[in-house]
């Protein structure tokens, strides 16, 4: 694929993803994903900012926003929000995956409509396991998929277990053991 291809087919994206979080805002989901200030969280798979905004407002002065993403334009469009509105508080990263984060480093991941497109969905879960601190979680939305395939693709490789079902996230904790 060319990158003028990759990048219309983003955009295309990009525009589908704003109509989304018209219908079903971000806050809702946020809220379940109870983001609390101060905390680090690491929006895995970012894409165009949609949860940027409103998560770093969550977290605070004192919070950190990892926003993570392997496309060059999703993370322009984080970096532009972040101009825009002054937020202070968030990092953008250009990687597939969190190898590069420190371990035990982050309280809150979210993995929202993301999971279905991983192409190691069982390697990106072990680095999501090793940078999540003691307690930390895992907040899991993906409407392309029923939540039983969700809940059955994040705990197979047992380094997740399932601690809640809310309305719109799946909440998992790492696996004791």
Known sequence: MTTLTQN????????MLALRDRIRPRRDLLAEAKVQPGETVLDFGCGPGGYIAE??????????????????????????????????NVRAIQASDARDLADDSVDLVLLHDVFHLLSDPEGILRHLARVLK????LSVSDPHWPDERVIEGITRSGAFALSERGALTLTFCGAVG
């Open 8 to 15: 219309l087919h983003f955009y295309g994206m990009a525009a």
């Open 55 to 88: 998560t770093s407002r969550l977290l605070g002065p004192d919070g950190q926003l990892l926003a993570i993403d392997r496309q060059t334009p999703a993370l322009d469009c984080v970096r532009r929000i972040c101009r825009r509105q002054g937020l202070s």
């Open 134 to 137: 003691p307690g930390g979680r």
